[in-house]
């Protein structure tokens, strides 16, 4: 590599592949000085620095401030600036790389399958590859060498060997980017996807809300006869698709999520978000669904958990309840009905109970009418303790 050359690569780098030209000359420099160094033996305070002419693009060595002339040196200067620039265009390379993809996280894009490597999926995407992990795919989908796929970029990082990729079609918003593909109303903001819950390769519900009262967010989904989400159910290989109308009426948005089943009543709990749900004898199979994947899915949907009931077990949970009730009322009335004594002292247990007695305090009237120094004659008995056990037996007392 002769020295001019070497300027106009390091020009054309800076051109091409945005590398500062800076950069690059403290790199060869640097290089340059490392390989000179085991070429000669300086002195121990000496450090050996290489210098580029930016005008002429000749290298010169210096140890300290000494010029070092070598037969050698222009050799290995020149291979070793060729190694430097060809390590920094494979840099850029990567770099160029990294951020193209980095900055496309969260979009849909498209490859050929080209091998399969321990479960993982790796794509052809041109510049590079990309890779789907096992646990990334749907289990019900198959794919051959060759094939066309799309799939959600996942993330990216660097690597070592290069800009790692990772897509995605198991992800939820898999699924979103392709009803934004093919639903105008979604991608232009008039209808909004406000929840999915997905069981990869089974079904997906989607909750869709009309921020345009003239639009039906339902119908701009499902398309003129079907044709737009079939167009996502085929890209999914047959994944079924639920579209349900979001409501602000959590009852309603409940209802809706676990169609088709016809709901019969609806018991909230709004400070655990929990919803008891009643539904006819003849709707308990198709509102808990397969495996319980309708109910699982609505309540990931909602972000509320729903317990479902028939009118039989919902009786007889009512029936429970009641019977709980009242034997927690019989518990409250016997406690009423009997005399309060030492023993229902908080913290207070038989050997305590004896050391009060031995002090002449034995009913809540006289301890209640105690001193704290009276109490705290007892060993180990503190003065707060003491305190607390007179206070309660004022309580007890009533």
């Known amino acids: 590599m002769e020295s001019s050359e070497l300027l106009g690569i390091l020009e054309q780098l800076e051109r091409d592949k945005g590398i500062q030209k800076e950069i690059l000359i403290e790199a060869v420099e640097a290089a340059v000085a490392s390989a000179a160094k085991k070429l000669w033996t300086v002195g121990k305070d000496d450090e050996v620095r290489v210098v580029l002419n930016t005008k002429t693009g000749k290298l010169t060595a210096y140890a300290g401030e000494q010029e070092i002339r070598s037969s050698e040196f222009g050799r290995i200067a020149a291979q070793t600036a060729k190694q430097v620039v060809i390590q920094k265009i494979r840099e850029a390379e990567k770099d160029v790389v990294f951020n193209e993809y980095h900055s496309r996280i969260g979009e849909i894009i498209s490859g050929g399958v080209y091998r399969f490597e321990k479960g993982n999926i790796i794509i052809d995407l041109g510049k590079t590859e990309a890779c789907i992990p096992k646990k990334e795919q749907s289990g019900k989908e198959e794919f051959r060498q060759g094939d066309r796929i799309r799939a959600y970029l996942l993330d990216v990082s660097r690597e070592s060997r290069g800009p790692q990729i990772i897509l995605s079609r198991a992800?939820?918003?898999?699924?979103?980017?392709?009803?934004?593909?093919?639903?105008?109303?979604?991608?232009?903001?008039?209808?909004?996807?406000?929840?999915?819950?997905?069981?990869?390769?089974?079904?997906?519900?989607?909750?869709?809300?009309?921020?345009?009262?003239?639009?039906?967010?339902?119908?701009?989904?499902?398309?003129?006869?079907?044709?737009?989400?079939?167009?996502?159910?085929?890209?999914?290989?047959?994944?079924?698709?639920?579209?349900?109308?979001?409501?602000?009426?959590?009852?309603?948005?409940?209802?809706?999520?676990?169609?088709?089943?016809?709901?019969?009543?609806i018991q909230l709990n709004f400070d655990d978000q929990k919803a008891n749900i009643i539904v006819a004898d003849d709707q308990l199979s198709l509102a808990i669904g397969k495996h319980g994947q309708n109910v699982r899915l609505a309540s990931k949907l909602v972000a509320w958990e729903l317990n479902l009931f028939s009118l039989e077990q919902w009786q007889k949970y009512q029936q429970e309840l009641e019977a709980q009730e009242e034997v927690e009322e019989k518990k409250i009335s016997g406690k009423k009905d009997r005399h309060a004594d030492l023993s229902d002292l908080a913290g207070v247990g038989d050997k305590l109970i004896a050391h009060l007695k031995e002090l002449g305090l034995d009913t809540l009237e006289k301890i209640s009418k105690a001193n704290i120094e009276d109490l705290t004659q007892i060993k180990g008995l503190g003065k707060i303790k003491a305190q607390k056990i007179i206070d309660e037996a004022k309580s007890l007392q009533g």
């Open 171 to 265: 992800h939820p918003n898999f699924v979103k980017r392709l009803f934004e593909m093919e639903v105008p109303e979604i991608y232009e903001g008039i209808v909004e996807i406000k929840s999915i819950s997905r069981d990869v390769g089974e079904r997906t519900k989607v909750a869709v809300y009309s921020k345009d009262e003239k639009v039906d967010c339902v119908g701009a989904c499902v398309g003129m006869r079907g044709s737009r989400v079939k167009n996502i159910v085929s890209e999914l290989q047959g994944e079924k698709i639920d579209i349900v109308r979001y409501s602000s009426d959590i009852k309603e948005y409940i209802q809706a999520a676990l169609s088709p089943a016809e709901i019969s009543q």
